[in-house]
């Protein structure tokens, strides 16, 4: 059975930084395009930042670039995504998804599970608040 766990939300301030971590269990992650992803309330889930289980090439979101990492931990069957800088609009339920197969475009994961949410298999989210 394939599980997703995330971890990692939380109230921050304006200008903080928080990890994300996707555990998986069930399946082995090194075979897998995982992609972060957010929802804030009355928008579309978007994606956020996205790694292929090709070569590890990644896509990041230009409201994030720049002050985002997302890197997979093999050993641990996780994957992180670290943000900084964090601000007013980051606020939302951030999602991991896992896509099996050779997805080997990271922005078309993103893309992809983004408009249609039964490509992937999904998390159950954490609540990211950035506020004073």
């Known amino acids: 059975q394939v599980q997703l766990v995330e971890s990692g939300g939380g109230l921050v301030q304006p200008g903080g930084s928080l990890t994300f971590s996707c555990a998986a269990s069930?399946?082995?992650?090194?075979?897998?395009?995982i992609g972060w992803f957010r929802q804030a309330p009355g928008k579309e889930r978007e994606g956020v930042s996205c790694i292929t289980s090709i070569d590890d090439s990644t896509y990041y979101d230009d409201s994030v670039k720049g002050r985002s990492t997302i890197s997979r931990d093999n050993a641990k069957n996780t994957v992180y995504l670290q943000m900084h800088d964090l601000k007013a609009e980051d606020t939302a339920v951030y999602y991991c998804a896992a896509k099996g197969g050779h997805i080997t475009i990271a922005q078309a994961m993103c893309a992809i599970s983004s408009q249609d949410p039964g490509f992937a298999s999904w998390g159950q989210g954490t609540q990211v608040t950035v506020s004073p």
């Open positions: 069930g399946f082995t992650l090194d075979s897998y395009a």
